[in-house]
């Protein structure tokens, strides 16, 4: 009767894959840090390999680096989506940076939205630090004083919105008229 | 003469050897090094948390400072902070996912350390059933938690493969 034993060959590089395997993956479904993973998936995907090549050769159990090997994998195709996403996001910087007159014109542009809009925003603040503070909920809280819906003066024909947001130290005042269309 | 059917033999019962803590058999199961582990880096995030303040922290929100994108996790290091200073209304306001998130860190941190004390109390008690039983229970309590964060990752895939 043949008795297979399995010896611990490959065990201690698949513990090391299947710890940085887990980490890795748990790294890449957190948007803001994903692509971080890419390093700890890169040596769990290392590691788990070697793990595999010892317990075959060793007569070794190939479970742990097997299941290194799949996670590290998705977690690799992850951050590799996430670097993708960010490095999209620098060369938007870089062309922005290469052509400054792009941000000019989109300026203009909001501007010209937004007086078609007819909207006002305006604010006042003597302390912009307490101003932070209060919208960080540290200090006290927003009140929002009048949401107004109502005709306004010029005509019959428009209508408009006013929102206050006083505080201590900040008074946003929001005004936009719209106007009906003829 | 009743003849003997079968002979009743009392025997006292085994007391079960316990080798209590024994921290030599920590080199002796993988299962108990990876919980070892795992239970390491789930205490050094509770730590971080705690180190640093709302305001203070060293990870920045790369995603929204190169992209402009506001994923579901922004504000998760703040809020986690607040949480093990038990703010969690503050936790809430900051990220109002965080909760959830941090009870899949705290549930799997009380689970290692019970499967380390277990183990290290009654060694070969641990099965592969255990084993499979505690990836099921791991994988699903990852799924409900992060399941904002799984939902936002894979709406963004796919927008890429578009």
Redesign the interface.
């Given at each position: 009767m043949n008795v297979e034993v399995k010896t611990t060959a490959g065990?201690a590089m698949?513990?090391v894959g299947?710890?940085l395997a887990?980490?890795s993956l748990?790294l890449?479904?957190?948007?803001?840090?994903?692509?971080v993973a890419l390093l700890p998936a890169a040596l769990a995907l290392i590691f788990s390999i070697i793990s595999i090549i010892q317990a075959t050769n060793g007569y070794g159990s190939k479970g742990?680096g097997i299941g290194a090997l799949i996670v590290s994998v998705l977690s690799i195709f992850?951050a590799v989506?996430?670097l993708?996403?960010?490095s999209?996001?620098?060369s938007?910087?870089k062309d922005l940076e290469r052509h400054p007159e792009k941000i000019e014109i989109f300026g203009k542009e909001l501007e010209k939205e937004l007086n078609d809009a007819n909207v006002q925003i305006r604010i006042e603040t003597d302390s912009m630090v307490k101003t932070l503070r209060q919208l960080?909920?540290e200090s006290d809280s927003i009140k929002v004083i009048t949401i107004k819906k109502n005709k306004v003066s010029k005509g019959d024909d428009s209508q408009g919105a006013r929102i206050t947001i006083d505080t201590d130290s900040v008074q946003i005042r929001i005004e936009a008229t719209e106007k009906k269309k003829k | 003469m009743i003849p003997i059917l079968f002979k009743l033999e009392l025997k006292p019962l085994k007391k079960r050897k316990s080798n209590g803590f024994n921290f030599y058999s920590i080199a002796a199961t993988p299962y108990l090094k990876v919980n070892s582990a795992f239970a390491l880096i789930l205490l050094l995030v509770f730590i971080y948390s705690l180190v640093f303040s709302q305001n203070n922290h060293p990870i920045p929100a790369a995603l929204t400072q190169l992209t402009g994108i506001v994923p579901p996790s922004k504000g998760l290091s703040a809020a986690f902070s607040q949480i093990v200073r038990l703010n969690f209304t503050n936790a809430y306001i900051l990220n109002p996912y965080s909760l959830r998130v941090f009870s899949f860190f705290l549930i799997q941190f009380i689970l290692r350390v019970g499967l380390i004390v277990t183990e290290l109390r009654f060694p070969n008690s641990v099965t592969t059933s255990t084993i499979a039983v505690d990836i099921l229970i791991s994988l699903t309590l990852l799924i409900y938690c992060f399941y904002p964060l799984i939902e936002f990752t894979f709406k963004i895939l796919l927008q890429l493969l578009h």
């Open positions: 065990q698949g513990i299947i710890v887990v980490i748990i890449a479904f957190i948007p803001c840090i994903g692509f742990l992850l989506m996430w993708t996403i960010i999209g996001g620098f938007v910087l960080e909920g | -």
